[in-house]
């Protein structure tokens, strides 16, 4: 029993937190600057946390994909508008 609990312990952290991170910040720099780059990272990185295991950073993960989202939409309608 004690063997298990020390073997649980030498596990490697998760990087959802930092992938969730990741994806709010490039998702907000996304959105304040329209760059077709960060919108597709913060997607990308946000739906990569959200498949790591644990619940640990999942909101921010949600933030970062709705944030990426958001600037792509705007991205395309602004470039639709576009004389």
Same mark, same amino acid.
């Given at each position: 029993?004690?063997?298990?609990?020390?073997?649980?312990?030498?596990?490697?952290?998760?990087?959802?937190?930092?992938?969730?991170?990741?994806?709010?910040?490039?998702?907000? #720099?996304?959105?304040?600057?329209?760059?077709?780059?960060?919108?597709?990272l913060a997607? #990308? %990185?946000?739906y990569l946390?959200?498949?790591?295991?644990? %619940?640990?950073?999942?909101?921010?993960?949600?933030?970062?994909?709705? #944030?990426?989202? %958001?600037?792509l939409v705007?991205?395309?309608?602004?470039?639709?508008?576009?004389?």
């Amino acid at each position: 029993m004690h063997a298990s609990k020390s073997l649980s312990a030498l596990r490697a952290p998760s990087s959802a937190p930092a992938l969730a991170l990741v994806s709010v910040v490039s998702g907000v #720099l996304g959105f304040i600057t329209l760059s077709l780059l960060l919108g597709p990272l913060a997607v #990308l %990185t946000g739906y990569l946390a959200l498949t790591q295991d644990g %619940t640990s950073g999942r909101a921010l993960a949600k933030t970062g994909i709705l #944030l990426g989202i %958001t600037v792509l939409v705007l991205y395309a309608v602004l470039l639709a508008a576009r004389p």
